[in-house]
């Protein structure tokens, strides 16, 4: 069965970065792109990124242009987000999640970043 | 950015009852619109998507209908485990991917 294994709880000081593993199994992983959706305490979920994981190309919204980066290792079929200049904004749950055509079928579990100095 | 928007921000259903959910594009998005249901402390489940298509393992009685800019979820005969948050989302038009504020479904 799709799954999708997300690193730990993070503590950060504002000014920092964080990188958030999520970790793929059950399915070929460079058959499917990967979203990476946030959301904040009591919020709505936010779309940040896309990966497709076969050539690496990304997608990103404007808002997290200049802070997140999304990578990719595929032998290790694991995903990557990392968010930098971290800020007290920036605390939520982060998630990644698996395109099919264009819905996000199968969620990582969350992992939660909190910013706080 | 196309906006979307949800209502009722929150819904007070009777178990056995029918529930209606209401998802507004700010411009035409097509068919390219899916339901989330997300359950406290957990991932959101993919309900329904294109916008009438169950999603696998997802009971008959969630149907989604609209298009363009309108849609509905249903929920008919609500059972205790279908009272959570649910959301809709775009996508339509990308980046980025846009989600309802959501619409909370309560146990009245």
């Known amino acids: 069965q799709v799954q999708f294994v997300q690193s730990g709880a993070e503590v950060k000081k504002p000014g920092a970065s964080v990188k958030v593993s999520c970790k793929a199994s059950?399915?070929?992983?460079?058959?499917?792109?990967l979203h990476w959706v946030r959301q904040a305490p009591g919020q709505s979920l936010e779309w940040m990124a896309w990966?497709?994981?076969?050539?690496?190309?990304?997608k990103y919204s404007q808002k997290f242009q200049d802070r997140v980066t999304i990578t990719r290792d595929t032998s290790a079929s694991t995903a990557y987000m990392e968010l930098s200049s971290l800020r007290s904004e920036d605390t939520a749950v982060y998630y990644c999640?698996?395109?099919?055509?264009?819905?996000?079928?199968?969620w990582g579990q969350g992992t939660l970043v909190t910013v706080s100095s | 950015e196309i906006v979307m928007t949800q209502s009722p921000a929150t819904l007070s259903v009777s178990p056995g009852e029918r529930a209606t959910l209401s998802c507004w594009a700010s411009?035409?998005?097509?068919?390219?619109l899916a339901w989330y249901q997300q359950k406290p402390g957990q991932a959101p489940r993919l309900l329904i998507y294109?916008?009438?298509t169950r999603a696998t393992g997802i009971p008959a009685r969630f149907s989604g209908s609209g298009s363009g800019t309108e849609f509905t979820l249903t929920i008919s005969s609500l059972q205790s485990e279908d009272f959570a948050v649910y959301y809709c989302?775009?996508?339509?038009?990308?980046?980025?991917?846009?989600f309802g504020q959501g619409t909370k479904l309560e146990i009245k």
């Open positions: 989302q775009q996508y339509n038009n990308w980046p980025p991917y846009t």
């Open positions: 294109g916008p009438s």
């Open positions: 990966i497709n994981p076969n050539d690496g190309n990304t």
């Open positions: 999640a698996r395109d099919w055509y264009g819905t996000l079928q199968h």
């Open positions: 411009q035409s998005v097509g068919s390219n």
């Open positions: 059950g399915y070929t992983f460079t058959n499917y792109p």
